[in-house]
């Protein structure tokens, strides 16, 4: 994998039964990528709405967990290990929320120029419940992968 890469992050959510009130993102940003010490890293800067302040992004992959981390305009700090329940805080402009993440399943393959990364988890806000979540992250070499997310 080289080291300037394109990530798409698609998460969906499900505030209800699986086939009702579902909510779909889905964002493709530049990012940098490199792997050290066993771990991938993914970092990337995302502008958001109605914030003046960047906010950066790291996900760290390891065998068994993801972490990501965001500073700026928003700060959270979560990991994901499969089977185990993390809580957070997440800072924002309009206050600060705990959040609550259960791990369900970690996906993760990887090839020479791609790697994919699924995470299964329910979310909840203030102890409680919000929605079931579901985020694929695709990351592609940038010069092979500009072609297939246009």
Request: charged share 30%; hydrophobic share 35%.
């Given at each position: 994998?080289?080291?300037?890469?394109?990530?798409?992050?698609?998460?969906?959510?499900?505030?209800?039964?699986?086939?009702?009130?579902?909510?779909?993102?889905?964002?493709?940003?530049?990012?940098?990528?490199?792997?050290?010490?066993?771990?991938?890293f993914?970092?990337?800067?995302?502008?958001?709405?109605?914030?003046?302040?960047?906010?950066?992004?790291?996900?760290?992959?390891?065998?068994?967990r993801?972490?990501?981390?965001?500073?700026?305009?928003i700060?959270v700090?979560?990991?994901?290990?499969?089977?185990?329940?993390?809580?957070?805080n997440?800072?924002?402009?309009?206050?600060?929320?705990?959040?609550?993440?259960?791990?369900?399943?970690?996906?993760?393959?990887?090839?020479?120029?791609?790697?994919r990364?699924g995470?299964l988890?329910?979310?909840?806000?203030?102890?409680?419940?919000?929605?079931?979540?579901?985020?694929?992250?695709?990351?592609?070499?940038?010069?092979?992968?500009?072609?297939?997310?246009?």
């Amino acid at each position: 994998m080289t080291k300037d890469v394109l990530i798409s992050i698609r998460g969906l959510q499900f505030a209800g039964p699986m086939e009702e009130h579902k909510d779909s993102v889905e964002v493709i940003v530049g990012g940098q990528y490199h792997f050290k010490d066993g771990k991938h890293f993914l970092t990337y800067e995302e502008t958001m709405e109605g914030l003046p302040e960047k906010t950066r992004t790291m996900i760290k992959i390891a065998k068994d967990r993801v972490e990501l981390s965001k500073k700026g305009g928003i700060a959270v700090a979560m990991t994901f290990v499969e089977g185990e329940k993390n809580i957070s805080n997440y800072r924002t402009p309009f206050g600060n929320l705990t959040v609550g993440i259960d791990t369900t399943k970690i996906s993760f393959e990887e090839e020479e120029e791609r790697m994919r990364l699924g995470i299964l988890y329910h979310l909840n806000m203030n102890y409680d419940f919000v929605a079931e979540c579901n985020i694929t992250i695709d990351v592609r070499s940038k010069e092979t992968g500009a072609a297939l997310f246009t």
